[in-house]
Every structure is written in structure tokens, then in C-alpha cells.
């Protein structure tokens, strides 16, 4: 079966430039979640939907960043206009409802802004 | 602040040592799980506890749920270079609240 996949893999962008990061979870999963990782703070939670809608945004880091969820295949996080702080790997993962349910990650999108 | 203390940081040791690796909050959480992260892929889980004092086993890996279901350890026995990976503990606070995820402990097990 298909795990999460997302894309880009790895994407090196200019300072100012829109990044657009892809991801389809794992079909019939009803929860989608986009986390982001760096060194200093690890893995935090950017935002996550139940059924296509978003249910908790707290963790956008700024109004630079927006998420969508069109369908139940396929979602969207766009960073307008990037900054180089922005560097990390965004993980997009998807699960069976949410509490203590398995979550499956994807490979991860490693952005850098230059 | 740190929902989720991990300790310590960063562990380097000789193949055949055994560890243990620590997961810390003054938060008391429904259930907590383990991930291991290897480099260039996304967390994979390893197991989830629910009960306080649970122990649960897999292979040579033991985890622990603390009694006040607000810690818990990973003990690895015999470890091998292909545990080497950054370990991750995540929390739930309850009901149908979204994992919190602690920074890790990043293991290097050295042939």
C-alpha cells in the first residue's frame, strides 16, 4: 500500500519566492497533519484537518503560511514569501481519527531559503 | 516550553551496551508513544502505552508508561548499530487532542 507522499523532496528557493509543499495521505485516512522539524525545536504541529477541515491552525507560525484540504486526497501548505528561517523539513502525516491512533508520516519536504 | 522533556539529548555508545532513554512532562497523558526516526525519512512508530505502569516489549527494546501517566523510558538491551536513529516520544492530553511530539533523543550505536 501507498504510505503519505509528498512533494517536493527537496526544494532550494530564494528569499521572497512562494514555496508550495504537496502531499496525499493515505487513502481513507481521515486526519491530515503538517508538522515541521528543525534541530532547535524539533517536531511541532503547523496545523492539522479531520475530514478535509481545518480544525487547529494555533501552530502556523505566521500569516505567511497558509494550508488547504480540497478533497480527501490531497493538501497543500504554502509559505508566501519564504524567509530564510523558514528552513526546516515539513512532514506531512495522515492518520484514523486522532487522540492515540497511529499517525504515518511521509518522507518530508527538506526546504531551504536562501 | 517543552510539553515533553526527552533526556539525554544525544547518546553515543559501543554495539552490545544496553540504554535507556527518558521521556518527562509534569502533564498527565492518556496514552504515549515511541517513534524511531531514521535519516532522511519520517518518524515511524514503535509502540503506543495507555495504562500507568505498562510495560510492553519488542525484541530487545522494553518501554515503560510511569504509574502517574506522565513519564515513560525505552530501555534497549544489546544494542546494534541499526538502532542508531533519533527516538521520539509523543503524547496525547486526551479525548481526540493531536500528538505532541518531544524533541528526541538522537542514538548513535557505533560497530
Known amino acids: 500500500d501507498a504510505g503519505v507522499i509528498q512533494s517536493p523532496r527537496h526544494e532550494v528557493t530564494e528569499m521572497g519566492q512562494e514555496v508550495t509543499l504537496r502531499c496525499k495521505p493515505i487513502?481513507?485516512?481521515?486526519?491530515l497533519f503538517w508538522y515541521r522539524q528543525t534541530m532547535m525545536r524539533g517536531l511541532e504541529l503547523l496545523i492539522y484537518?479531520?475530514?478535509?477541515?481545518?480544525?487547529?491552525d494555533s501552530g502556523m507560525p505566521e500569516d505567511r503560511f497558509s494550508a488547504k484540504m480540497p478533497n480527501a486526497s490531497f493538501s497543500t501548505l504554502k509559505i508566501q514569501p519564504s524567509e530564510p528561517r523558514d528552513s526546516a523539513v515539513y512532514f506531512c502525516a495522515s492518520s484514523l481519527g486522532t487522540g492515540r491512533n497511529t499517525i504515518y508520516f511521509g518522507e518530508g519536504s527538506w526546504l531551504t531559503v536562501v | 516550553t517543552q510539553l515533553l522533556e526527552q533526556s539525554p539529548q544525544f547518546l553515543s555508545i559501543q554495539e552490545g551496551e544496553n540504554l535507556t532513554v527518558y521521556c518527562n512532562s509534569s502533564s498527565v497523558f492518556s496514552s504515549l508513544q515511541w517513534y524511531r526516526q531514521e535519516p532522511g525519512e519520517g518518524p515511524v512508530l514503535l509502540v503506543t502505552?495507555?495504562?500507568?505502569?505498562e510495560v510492553k516489549k519488542l525484541k530487545r527494546l522494553t518501554f515503560q508508561f510511569g504509574d502517574a501517566r506522565k513519564d515513560s523510558s525505552l530501555h534497549i538491551t544489546a544494542a546494534q548499530p541499526g538502532d542508531t536513529g533519533l527516538y521520539l516520544c509523543a503524547g496525547v492530553r486526551g479525548g481526540n487532542t493531536p500528538l505532541v511530539f518531544g524533541k528526541g533523543t538522537r542514538l548513535s550505536v557505533i560497530a
Open positions: 487513502s481513507g485516512h481521515n486526519s
Open positions: 484537518f479531520n475530514n478535509n477541515v481545518p480544525i487547529d
Open positions: 502505552v495507555v495504562t500507568g505502569g
